[in-house]
């Protein structure tokens, strides 16, 4: 129940193209839902988050869809650029309210954006 | 500093030794979370501590993982007796006190077991 399942494990998407990365979770008590973006030898840094009372959260090429009665979530990268090239990660919590963050996160995408 | 610190950010030990990783989080953050990270995997949580509270312990693998934190600042994870799957890069990261406070990284420690 505490599992968040991530696909697809890898990626190639030409420069200019859509990559989509999707998530699944099973826990109805998950209520805040991030993107984590990592570098080669670095951490991972949020990237964009939505909570469960909408349906869609777009900031620049950055897209996330959710749909609460699936259970699902998704990123979409518009025109995507090398730069975007990276593994990401989703990540699910709950607690609403409370002082911590505790975060259970996918699997990761790698991505690689073919120039 | 400007951003979580951890240290050091490789160690290599052999089986069987016992191993320190430090953290040093943002000043001013409360919650504190340590995660590792196999090889091609994803973020396995360990150890989270927030303020005075008791930590919530529940993604410690075993008895020979433990973690300590003085106060609101610097943290230590230290694991007892390695073995080669512990081998990973360990992740700390903190946060302001809130339940959707953004996770700022440290750049990990890669625990390498011969």
């Known amino acids: 129940q505490q599992q968040v399942k991530q696909s697809p494990q890898s990626l190639i998407v030409q420069k200019g193209g859509i990559s989509i990365i999707n998530c699944a979770y099973e826990n109805t008590a998950f209520d805040y839902f991030p993107w984590y973006q990592q570098f080669p030898g670095k951490g991972p840094a949020l990237l964009i988050a939505?909570?469960?009372?909408?349906s869609e959260k777009k900031e620049g090429r950055f897209t996330i869809s959710f749909n609460k009665s699936a259970k699902q979530f998704s990123l979409h990268i518009m025109d995507s650029q090398p730069g975007d090239s990276a593994t990401y990660f989703c990540?699910?919590?709950?607690?609403?309210?409370?002082?911590?963050?505790?975060?259970?996160f996918g699997t990761g995408t790698l991505l690689a954006v073919q120039p | 500093g400007a951003g979580v610190s951890q240290s050091p950010s490789n160690k290599v030990t052999e089986k069987g030794k016992d191993v320190e990783l430090r953290c040093d989080p943002i000043?001013?953050?409360?919650?504190l979370y340590w995660y590792r990270q196999r090889l091609g995997q994803g973020l396995e949580f360990l150890i989270y501590f927030q303020g005075n509270s008791a930590p919530d312990k529940s993604g410690l693998p075993s008895d020979r993982f433990s973690a300590e934190r003085t106060g609101e600042s610097v943290s230590t994870l230290t694991i007892q007796r390695t073995q080669q799957e512990d081998s990973a890069v360990y992740l700390c990261?903190?946060?302001?006190?809130?339940?959707?406070?953004?996770?700022?990284f440290g750049e990990g420690s890669r625990l390498t077991v011969l």
């Open positions: 000043s001013g953050h409360t919650a």
């Open positions: 990540a699910a919590s709950m607690g609403y309210g409370g002082a911590t963050n505790k975060l259970i």
């Open positions: 990261a903190s946060s302001r006190g809130t339940s959707t406070g953004e996770l700022f």
């Open positions: 939505i909570r469960p009372d909408v």
